[in-house]
T-cell receptor, first 116, second 113 residues
């Protein structure tokens, strides 16, 4: 049973550039959430995708955008990178099936983004 | 708004000591779920436990135990007879169903031999 996978593992970008991070959910899951974890902090929610639509969004600027594909995988795009965007980006998958009593989110290993 | 407070930034213990990690939460929802995650140096968040707001039974899993008290809005985590492999950052988190997870800032646990 494949868990949540993310790519790439590490990434170094320059200020002003754009970056795309990818996530494949755990087998059987249909919902993907993205979190940003700055050094020494807890993860902060960016947005959540279900049925290829953004369902919820945290307090992040429009420079952060995403997409979910029919196979449930997802991308996180960040435009006009700032130094402050340097962080570990975590993807979490879950099952949003009606009636499901499980709200567990399974996390991937993360992508560490460094902006110089 | 939801909030999770982990007041202990860092805890250092010697192997075999018992240690308790504190978690206090705030929410207006009557139905909610509390979680504990472990984050080793590799970075991946490892799920440890989920508890819903209607189940205040304490739970024990091996050396791990959790104490949920709605009266004090706390969900504390105890590791008995700690081991070096327990060294990690531990996060408490809260969600009200399909909504997002709100995390605390984490507690770094250092277990020395």
């Amino acid at each position: 049973d494949a868990g949540v996978t993310q790519s790439p593992t590490h990434l170094i970008k320059t200020r002003g550039q754009q970056v795309t991070l990818r996530c494949s959910p755990k087998s059987g899951h249909d919902t993907v959430s993205w979190y940003q974890q700055a050094l020494g902090q807890g993860p902060q929610f960016i947005f959540q995708y279900y049925e290829e639509e953004e369902r919820q969004r945290g307090n992040f600027p429009d420079r952060f955008s995403g997409h979910q594909f029919p196979n449930y995988s997802s991308e996180l795009n960040v435009n006009a990178l700032l130094l402050g965007d340097s962080a570990l980006y975590l993807c979490a998958s879950s099952l949003r099936r009606t009636g499901s009593s499980s709200y567990e989110q399974y996390f991937g290993p993360g992508t560490r983004l460094t902006v110089t | 708004a939801q909030k999770v407070t982990q007041a202990q930034t860092e805890i250092s213990v010697v192997e075999k000591e018992d240690v308790t990690l504190d978690c206090v939460y705030e929410t207006r929802d009557t139905t909610y779920y509390l979680f504990w995650y472990k984050q080793p140096p590799s970075g991946e968040l490892v799920f440890l436990i989920r508890r819903n707001s209607f189940d205040e039974q304490n739970e024990i899993s091996g050396r791990y135990s959790w104490n949920f008290q709605k009266s004090t809005s706390s969900f504390n985590f105890t590791i008995t007879a700690s081991q070096v492999v327990d060294s990690a950052v531990y996060f408490c988190a809260l969600t009200a169903g399909y909504s997002t997870l709100t995390f605390g800032k984490g507690t770094m646990l250092l277990v020395s031999p």
